[in-house]
């Protein structure tokens, strides 16, 4: 493995790149070498990445998917294959957020979020794995949250969803490790991309709202995305490759206390 290009040679999908954390996995995993398909269901975001990631001298092609429906999916995995000759590592990165304590939260809005936070990743997953099979191996990296593992009762049924990111990432690590598939996982703390940015702005005062936030984090700030898409790179490489069913937490410092 060279260390300055540890994803060197391999083929990597990256769902949800046109923003924010999956910009950030897709941009840093061509820096480090991997040829990368961005998958995204807005397009111009997508082609976005794409224009960046070349234009900063990387390999990438747009792929346009919704996670949550299987035949995209199967689309996506057979665009990669055919246009790459493979696929080594596919981070399960595209979700949404609806806001609602468990009883306001309707059946629509609780199906919506599912099936793109968790029916996406096990789609995504399904696909891919056979794929990765075929090649010998390779590196399911999934994003959670800390939100599946602790709970906030006003993103209840986005709590749900990553919980059972977690739970499928351990029960996928067992059932493909023996062919040498490695399934791992991430639960970021608040990360600054367009999906929070929007959290802070339905405060009447979204500074104050950011500020407040910070102050609960050992390190007094919220990530940047480049700094998830380090862990992302680590589990997509090489140098991870005695990690399956972890999940690794990056917030912080704050899960890490009680009051
Ligand atoms: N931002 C945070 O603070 C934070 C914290 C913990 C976990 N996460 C997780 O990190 C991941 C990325 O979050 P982000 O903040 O970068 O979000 P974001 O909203 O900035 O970007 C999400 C991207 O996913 C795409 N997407 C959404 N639904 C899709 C679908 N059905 N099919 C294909 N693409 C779809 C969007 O178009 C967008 O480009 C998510 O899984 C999120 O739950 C984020």
Redesign the pocket.
Known sequence: MDPKQPLNGKVAIV?????????AIALLFAEQGARIVV????AS??AETVQQIRSDGGEARFHK????KAVEVEGLIQFAAGQYGRLDVIVN?????ILGTLTQTSEEDWDRLHS??LK?VFLCSKYAIPEMIRGGGGSVVN?????GLVGDPNLAA?CAA?GGVIALTKAAAIGYGPQGVRVNCI??????????QEFFNRDPNPELARQTVSAHYALRR??D?RE?AQTAAFLASDASSFLTGSVIVVDGGLTSKCY
């Open positions: 769902t949800g790149a046109g923003s924010g954390i999956g910009w998958a995204d269901w807005n975001a997508g998917v919704d996670v949550s990165n595209a979700a949404i957020q793109v936070n996406g994003v959670a949250s800390v939100l986005y990553k639960c970021p703390g608040d990360v600054d991309t367009p999906m929070v919220i990530a995305p998830v």
